[in-house]
């Protein structure tokens, strides 16, 4: 099937060094490295890579005390990560989906008033296996 992604296989180097960023809390800079990996992918499980890139910009959102784009992004991210089983290129998109669930339920908790008090403690890595480290 052609709209079905491939989760086989390694990740590209584009998406390592996005996903090393994002777990840095380079939030921005994991977008930039996502989009790449995104540009250059052709099979369907590119878009995993855009919903990787929209869950950083939804804790970017939040670094920044943007309450009502955190909650925008946050739904952006949930509908490419919804699309992907549990796991996928070795990432656990099943807890990606729950962190990010349990970070956008705070800042739903602090309101907009309130979102600078988000503790850091939820953000989240995300979790992956790099085949190509050494």
Avoid at 25 to 31: Q, S, T, V
Avoid at 61 to 79: C, D, F, S, T
Wanted: with cysteine; glycine share 6%.
């Amino acid at each position: 099937d052609q709209n079905k992604p491939n989760c086989k296989g390694e990740l590209s180097s584009a998406a390592v060094r996005g996903l090393e960023l994002f777990n840095a809390g380079e939030y921005w800079l994991a977008h930039e490295a996502l989009e790449e990996a995104w540009l250059a992918e052709s099979d369907p499980v590119r878009n995993l890579y855009k919903g990787i890139l929209q869950a950083g910009v939804t804790y970017l959102h939040i670094q920044r005390g943007n309450y009502r784009g955190a909650l925008k992004v946050y739904r952006r991210a949930m509908r490419w990560l919804e699309q992907y089983p549990a796991s996928c290129k070795s990432i656990d998109v099943a807890k990606l989906r729950a962190d990010l669930g349990v970070a956008v339920d705070e800042v739903k908790r602090l309101g907009p008033k309130n979102i600078d008090r988000f503790p850091e403690n939820k953000y989240q890595p995300v979790a992956y296996s790099d085949s190509t480290a050494s």
